[in-house]
């Protein structure tokens, strides 16, 4: 459009706030202007309706309403609604400005995109779609138009909710459906009714047209675009572009089922459905079909639609990948992708042009003899082909289903006429989870057009049970599990103060749980204790930090250097952070001091007295070493065999002469 004629809006300052800075678009139902929020100083972009528009009361309402219900969502993927307002008789919305351009836009300049490509840009589509869906929001107007591309790369959706405001004003009125034709699904076709189905029904034919760079169903005028949707298939976007891989058809033929029920039921599993998908394609898929050709499908002679008797219809081609290409009788345009279709026409096919002048006088003319028997000969024909259909030409054998997901299953017993449902499931070592392992009829059984197969689907392996490999080295662990048909995951390492190094702490799973076998069982392996850092510690903290570790220390001394402390550790062997096991032999080094109790060959050895530390749970020679460095004699008794102290006495805690015995037992 031509900006650069004088907008009287522009300079002007909506509600004290919104100064409008320049004109961007213009559509069926309001101007799009960059403006400036003065109150929070930033770039925002104001929709202003239509002054006919403005007029209606009822329309001013819904958008209102509709306008709010979009402000309440919040999702990185949706165009943010600031705001709403009237000011100087206009009514406008501000919102989230995104610069950059849409998807429209993208479409136009490259024709087609690839698979991995078109999926990148659906998630977060309908990751915004399917947000809206939960808070109750329906779209309504999904299509290329109202898809941003940022500047940034982020992808948006704009304009939540709003075409409901205008589609309900209009058929209030005139009973028309509003809507972009190339996208409306067959239910709005027929009745304007619309929910999140619809939405995933026009997400579908937008995938459709990202991977084809063409719009499933073509026609020389919007009626014959909508009979279409209500009365044939999307075709497959492997008959446009050769080479696109089944799962693809699938999600396609799913999102765009003419039947609501057999669609995704809204967005989010649409979503999830895309995402999958996507994880299947394989990486460079994009780079292998760049070069494929699409299949070119015979399109409508444009010239063959002409003004009506009355003159109220003028054909004309529509922009390169709008919504709509034609208009016909009875026809209203509403903006530049959408249209208004009478409602009691939605189902009826184009008729085309009359018969010429003189085929119409043959047709009229009464037959003869000859014309009799030729349609004697064309009953004949005609109820051959009846019982042929009825009997061999309406049968098909089971196709081979096996290994397939569910939704490929669909399609391919929709192209022999037949229809699926889901019985059981069943384990299988051989097929995948999901993935159909059993049909019933058996296949190569043949079956009428219509019969319903009965598909059995793959529960995955059997589930096995996970074994204790607690305190076994890695690699026997490794062993242990797959001895059973686990795979080994991945090692998470974690300290311990009782398993070494090295050695398994536990599953993730836990031992002793179900697991498929197809999934990884994580193991916890211990990295052993981590050195602290004994450095400036005083000699009684540093041997009770490593007691407690189970660490065997062997203390050096050295002369403090001047002014420093005694009894002070000024160094360590193992450095700190290192990783060492229980047991292992530490070096300390701490300067001179006095004679000290806890050394028994100290020939100054006052004979003091000592608390008895604790010792329960250590091993023998672990509580052997701590007491006699708190200066006590040590005494052991049997108990039941085991290496690890069950009981002292007397008790921890208890204040004892530095020399006093005492016992332990296991």
């Known amino acids: 459009?031509?900006?650069?004629?004088?907008?009287?809006?522009?300079?002007?300052?909506?509600?004290?706030?919104?100064?409008?800075?320049?004109?961007?678009?213009?559509?069926?139902?309001?101007?799009?202007?960059?403006?400036?929020?003065?109150?929070?100083?930033?770039?925002?972009?104001?929709?202003?309706?239509?002054?006919?528009?403005?007029?209606?009361?009822?329309?001013?309402?819904?958008?209102?309403?509709?306008?709010?219900?979009?402000?309440?969502?919040?999702?990185?993927?949706?165009?943010?609604?600031?705001?709403?307002?009237?000011?100087?008789?206009?009514?406008?919305?501000?919102?989230?400005?995104?610069?950059?351009?849409?998807?429209?836009?993208?479409?136009?300049?490259?024709?087609?995109?690839?698979?991995?490509?078109?999926?990148?840009?659906?998630?977060?589509?309908?990751?915004?779609?399917?947000?809206?869906?939960?808070?109750?929001?329906?779209?309504?107007?999904?299509?290329?138009?109202?898809?941003?591309?940022?500047?940034?790369?982020?992808?948006?959706?704009?304009?939540?909710?709003?075409?409901?405001?205008?589609?309900?004003?209009?058929?209030?009125?005139?009973?028309?459906?509003?809507?972009?034709?190339?996208?409306?699904?067959?239910?709005?076709?027929?009745?304007?009714?619309?929910?999140?189905?619809?939405?995933?029904?026009?997400?579908?034919?937008?995938?459709?047209?990202?991977?084809?760079?063409?719009?499933?169903?073509?026609?020389?005028?919007?009626?014959?675009?909508?009979?279409?949707?209500?009365?044939?298939?999307?075709?497959?976007?492997?008959?446009?572009?050769?080479?696109?891989?089944?799962?693809?058809?699938?999600?396609?033929?799913?999102?765009?089922?003419?039947?609501?029920?057999?669609?995704?039921?809204?967005?989010?599993?649409?979503?999830?459905?895309?995402?999958?998908?996507?994880?299947?394609?394989?990486?460079?898929?994009?780079?292998?079909?760049?070069?494929?050709?699409?299949?070119?499908?015979?399109?409508?002679?444009?010239?063959?639609?002409?003004?009506?008797?009355?003159?109220?219809?003028?054909?004309?081609?529509?922009?390169?990948?709008?919504?709509?290409?034609?208009?016909?009788?009875?026809?209203?345009?509403?903006?530049?992708?959408?249209?208004?279709?009478?409602?009691?026409?939605?189902?009826?096919?184009?008729?085309?042009?009359?018969?010429?002048?003189?085929?119409?006088?043959?047709?009229?003319?009464?037959?003869?003899?000859?014309?009799?028997?030729?349609?004697?000969?064309?009953v004949v024909v005609l109820l051959g082909g009846v019982v042929w259909s009825v009997t061999l030409g309406n049968t098909e054998r089971v196709p081979k289903l096996v290994g397939l997901s569910e939704e490929q299953a669909r399609v391919e017993a929709a192209k022999l006429g037949l229809k699926v449902k889901r019985g059981d499931s069943r384990y299988d070592q051989k097929i995948p989870k999901d993935r159909v392992v059993d049909v019933q009829p058996k296949v190569g059984t043949e079956v009428k057009k219509g019969t319903l197969l009965t598909l059995v689907f793959s529960k995955g392996k059997k589930p096995v049970d996970i074994p204790d490999v607690h305190n076994m080295p890695l690699d026997q662990a490794k062993q242990r599990l797959q001895s059973v048909g686990l795979q080994p995951g991945d090692q998470v390492q974690q300290d311990s103060t009782t398993i070494p190094r090295g050695y398994v702490i536990k599953t993730r799973p836990a031992a002793g749980t179900s697991q498929n076998p197809d999934d990884p069982v994580t193991l916890v392996v211990s990295s052993g204790i981590k050195m602290p850092n004994l450095v400036n510690m005083r000699r009684d903290q540093a041997n009770a930090a490593l007691s407690k570790l189970g660490l065997n220390v062997q203390w050096q001394e050295q002369d403090p250097a001047p002014n420093q402390p005694e009894n002070i550790v000024v160094g360590q062997n193992p450095p700190p952070g290192q990783q060492v096991n229980r047991g292992d032999s530490v070096q300390v080094t701490v300067t001179k001091g006095q004679c000290q109790w806890w050394n028994p060959f100290c020939k100054d050895n006052d004979g003091g007295q000592g608390t008895v530390p604790p010792v329960t749970g250590q091993t023998i020679a672990v509580a052997r070493q701590l007491l006699r460095q708190n200066g006590f004699q040590v005494k052991v008794s049997k108990g039941n065999g085991r290496d690890i102290v069950t009981g002292q006495n007397p008790p921890a805690g208890t204040p004892q002469p530095h020399g006093a015995t005492i016992t332990i037992w296991h």
């Open 1 to 378: 459009m031509d900006t650069s004629v004088a907008d009287p809006l522009v300079g002007q300052v909506l509600d004290g706030r919104y100064r409008v800075q320049s004109r961007v678009a213009q559509g069926g139902m309001a101007t799009v202007y960059v403006g400036h929020d003065t109150k929070l100083d930033r770039t925002v972009a104001l929709k202003v309706m239509h002054a006919n528009l403005v007029g209606d009361e009822e329309f001013v309402r819904r958008f209102i309403a509709e306008a709010k219900h979009a402000a309440a969502l919040s999702h990185p993927s949706v165009v943010a609604v600031y705001d709403q307002g009237t000011s100087k008789g206009h009514v406008f919305l501000a919102m989230e400005y995104v610069p950059g351009r849409t998807l429209r836009a993208l479409l136009t300049e490259r024709g087609r995109l690839g698979p991995r490509e078109a999926l990148e840009i659906m998630q977060p589509v309908l990751a915004a779609l399917g947000a809206a869906h939960r808070a109750g929001v329906i779209h309504r107007d999904v299509k290329p138009e109202n898809v941003l591309l940022n500047a940034d790369g982020r992808i948006k959706v704009a304009d939540f909710g709003l075409a409901r405001a205008e589609s309900a004003s209009k058929q209030t009125k005139t009973g028309m459906l509003i809507g972009t034709v190339g996208y409306l699904a067959p239910e709005q076709v027929i009745s304007g009714d619309a929910d999140t189905r619809t939405d995933v029904y026009a997400a579908g034919i937008m995938l459709f047209e990202l991977l084809t760079g063409r719009q499933p169903h073509q026609g020389g005028t919007p009626l014959s675009v909508a009979y279409k949707h209500v009365n044939e298939a999307v075709p497959l976007p492997s008959s446009v572009v050769p080479g696109l891989p089944p799962q693809i058809d699938a999600l396609v033929a799913s999102a765009t089922n003419r039947d609501p029920a057999r669609r995704p039921s809204d967005a989010v599993h649409f979503h999830s459905a895309a995402g999958e998908v996507y994880r299947t394609l394989p990486r460079d898929i994009d780079e292998t079909l760049a070069g494929v050709s699409p299949v070119t499908a015979p399109m409508p002679d444009p010239s063959a639609v002409s003004s009506s008797p009355e003159g109220s219809t003028q054909a004309l081609p529509a922009p390169a990948g709008a919504g709509t290409q034609m208009l016909g009788a009875g026809t209203q345009m509403l903006g530049p992708h959408t249209m208004a279709i009478p409602r009691d026409e939605h189902t009826q096919p184009d008729p085309g042009p009359p018969p010429p002048a003189g085929l119409r006088g043959r047709l009229l003319r009464p037959p003869g003899l000859y014309g009799v028997i030729a349609a004697v000969v064309v």
